[in-house]
């Protein structure tokens, strides 16, 4: 099969499984009436997603190691397929989560592919390829929002799961189609016990911080659970390191370039879903005291447009870069562009061409980072743990991910309102803890040099 074909169904696949996460953003302001639910429960239709990805991108990458990388990006689609018209039919709250839990499981779709990469592709046009479909996470996850915005305008939102179950079956079809399957390369047992304990550490640590912003449990509750999430996640550790063949391989996180690889995602993917929360918020508050622009869903589609299209160019542009000048240059190029654009989202806050333009920067420098970095992580991990490693990598993202949707519901619900026009400081803390968060993914690129400061060779790829 030719390779532009399994590059373009590959892509695709990735684009789909991105896109879920943040097609729901611009709703997230009607669910609370909607639903009769308040603003930090509403955010868990967001939330619930990103926690299953956590789980679910390291366990299809075992699966996709023990029984075919193609198999499970397959099934990954199903899932997500599957999902979407669940919640296209949804009338209730907890219907909407169960559909939103399975469309999770699509998370792993990127790390699968990049796997199969490795497998299926000489190494001169690796790092492309690679950083190709890496760029996937970025272009599928800046087109959501403006999808969302246009499509609601000219229907309604059950037509967003309906056209997303449907473009996931087309997905599953192309993969089929064009993609070979490659044999598998591992027999490890899957370590069901860490899988949900690491499942149950990251709720118990999510749901009090952002039940307790809205009142709806108390502060003790709250204390109550944190400490219960930080006695199971010593007791999970001690599991993994004694595990013959645990759920998250922890010996990896030894190699430097390994571990820096899923802390650069994890502060990344924080400071990426907090850059949306505050477009979102922006977009749809009232025009009061130099704040909101007072817009509608498709307003959010507009304004999020300019940094959709360049998620789409920054990818292959990071994969050129990653050839001639190495992996560390390209992550801190695009981190140090986006702690710039953090800076800019500070200002002008109620004109809707600057808040393009600095959104914009933002998701282009944060797109080029993420399409750069599994190259480093691939070329430092060993080639039957790739799938597993990847899917780590994509946990990382989803913990990064999560953990700021429920950062920026709190600041929502302390700071500002979608409806009651507030001032400019809820955005200074959304921007201000983006900012810092993408500040040390930059100290820890730099600091690293393992990261391939020099230009991929064949030996490094090897």
């Known amino acids: 099969m030719a390779r532009p074909a399994i590059l373009v169904a590959l892509g695709f696949a990735g684009v789909i499984g991105a896109l879920m ?7 997230l302001p009607l669910f609370p009436s909607m639903f009769n639910v308040s603003i930090a429960a509403a955010s868990w239709v967001a939330t619930s997603t990103m926690l299953v990805g956590a789980i679910g991108a390291p366990l299809v990458g075992w699966l996709g190691d023990r029984f075919g990388l193609k198999s499970m990006i397959m099934l990954s689609l199903i899932a997500l397929a599957i999902g979407s018209f669940i919640s296209a039919l949804a009338t209730d709250f907890t219907t909407m989560i169960i559909g939103r839990v399975l469309q999770g499981f699509s998370v792993g779709i990127v790390g699968l592919s990049m796997a199969m990469l490795r497998r299926l592709w000489h190494v001169e046009g690796l790092p492309m390829a690679v950083g190709i479909i890496g760029g996937t996470i970025g272009i599928g996850t800046s087109l959501g929002v403006p999808l969302a915005g246009f499509i609601v305008s000219f229907g309604t939102w059950q037509t967003l799961f309906w056209i997303m179950g449907g473009s996931a079956v087309l997905a599953t079809l192309l993969i089929w189609v064009l993609v070979p399957s490659v044999a598998p390369i591992s027999r490890q047992r899957f370590d069901l016990t860490g899988a949900l304990g690491l499942g149950l550490i990251l709720t118990l640590i999510l749901l009090p911080l ?24 010593c007791a ?15 010996s990896l996180l030894q190699v430097p370039a390994v571990s820096t690889s899923h802390l650069i995602a994890l502060f990344l993917g924080f400071g990426f ?19 909101g622009l007072g817009g509608t869903v498709l307003t959010t589609g507009f304004v999020q447009l300019p940094a959709s299209l360049i998620a789409i160019v920054a ?18 190029t695009g981190i140090a562009v986006s702690i710039a654009a953090f800076l800019a989202r500070c200002f002008y806050l109620d ?30 991990t060993p080639t039957d743990k790739l799938g597993a490693s990847n899917g780590f990598n994509m946990l990382s993202r989803q913990m990064g991910a ?3 949707s429920v950062a920026g519901a709190v600041i929502v619900a302390l700071h500002l309102d ?5 001032g400019p400081e809820g955005f200074y803390w959304l921007f201000g803890l983006g900012g810092v968060s993408t500040l040390i993914a930059l100290i820890l690129a730099l600091s690293t040099k393992t990261l391939n400061s020099a230009p991929l060779s064949q030996e490094t790829l090897s």
């Open 21 to 27: 996460q943040t097609l729901v953003l611009p709703l």
């Open 210 to 233: 952002s039940l307790a912003a809205d009142g709806e449990m108390s502060i003790p509750m709250s204390a109550t659970l944190l400490t219960l999430a930080a006695a199971l996640l």
């Open 236 to 250: 999970w550790v001690w599991h993994q390191n004694r595990t013959p063949q645990p759920f998250v391989d922890l």
């Open 273 to 291: 879903f907090l850059s949306f929360t505050g477009t979102i918020t922006i977009s749809q508050m009232p025009m009061h005291n130099g704040v």
């Open 315 to 332: 990818p292959p542009l990071a994969g050129l870069m990653v050839v001639h000048s190495g992996v560390r240059a390209a992550i801190a």
């Open 351 to 380: 004109n809707s061409i600057y808040v393009a333009l600095s959104t914009m920067f933002l998701s282009g420098g944060i797109s080029f980072a993420f399409a750069a970095l599994p190259v480093a992580l691939m070329s430092a």
């Open 402 to 404: 999560a953990a700021a």
């Open 418 to 422: 979608y409806v009651t026009p507030s």
